[in-house]
């Protein structure tokens, strides 16, 4: 089945200890993406990566990192969460954008809620 | 930034009846998306609209675009109680960019 995972689904953490949410998608995209969404802000992208050892910043990128040194994973890290730091997460993928073709619809992996103490 | 503005943020109706929620963006676009969000879970892709086309359907989905009034109206027909969910407009911008916006939040009553 085509899907993107993400794990864990639920962490509650205190500040200042390192986290990683995984990511991984099956459909061998290139275009993987981290979101975040808060109530009233609706989801603001954190990181993109159009390939392997390809890495954007998004909209708020801050206190984030992320690699992507295969192509079906791409984690999440937080070096030292902050309280401001919880949220609901998305990780999505989709093919290449081809003006042509159009075809990048994104697929969202179900979400981790996290809880920074 | 947001650009995809939902408008109105919360509708609520009965089965069956019909529902429209708008989109508008500040920006040119390549194409305007819509997602489906059910409580809490990840977004499901509904629909794409391309910057060229005026209309499209899907089974009971019709999305308008608009684009020099730079809007988009998702219509869903004979609404269920299935449908309830929060629904976002993404627009591409660029090579790979989506914003999204903040969402309508439909509730169908039975």
């Known amino acids: 089945e085509a899907q993107v995972t993400q794990n864990p689904r639920y962490l509650i953490t205190v500040t200042g200890k390192k986290l990683t949410v995984t990511c991984s998608q099956n459909m061998n995209h290139e275009y993987m993406s981290w979101y975040r969404q808060d109530p009233g802000l609706g989801l603001r992208q954190i990181y993109y990566s159009m390939n392997v050892e390809v890495t954007d910043k998004g909209d708020v990128p801050e206190g984030y990192k992320v690699s992507r040194k295969e192509k079906r994973n791409f984690p999440l890290i937080l070096e030292s969460p902050s309280p401001n730091q919880t949220s609901l997460y998305f990780c999505a993928s989709s093919y290449l954008f081809s003006y042509e073709n159009s075809y990048n619809e994104q697929f969202f992996g179900p979400g981790t809620r996290l809880t920074v103490l | 930034s947001q650009q995809g503005e939902e408008d109105p943020q919360a509708l609520s109706i009965q089965e069956g009846e019909n529902a429209t929620m708008n989109c508008s963006y500040k920006?040119?676009?390549?194409?305007l998306q819509w997602y489906r969000q059910n409580s809490g879970r990840g977004l499901v892709h509904l629909i794409l609209?391309?910057?060229?086309?005026r209309e499209k359907h899907s089974g009971r989905l019709r999305v308008t675009l608009d684009t020099s009034k730079k809007s988009s109206s998702l219509l869903i027909t004979a609404s269920r109680a299935a449908d309830t969910a929060s629904y976002f407009c993404a627009t591409n911008q660029g090579a790979q960019k989506l914003v999204f916006g903040q969402g309508t939040r439909l509730t169908i009553n039975p």
């Open positions: 609209i391309r910057s060229n086309e």
């Open positions: 920006t040119s676009i390549n194409n």
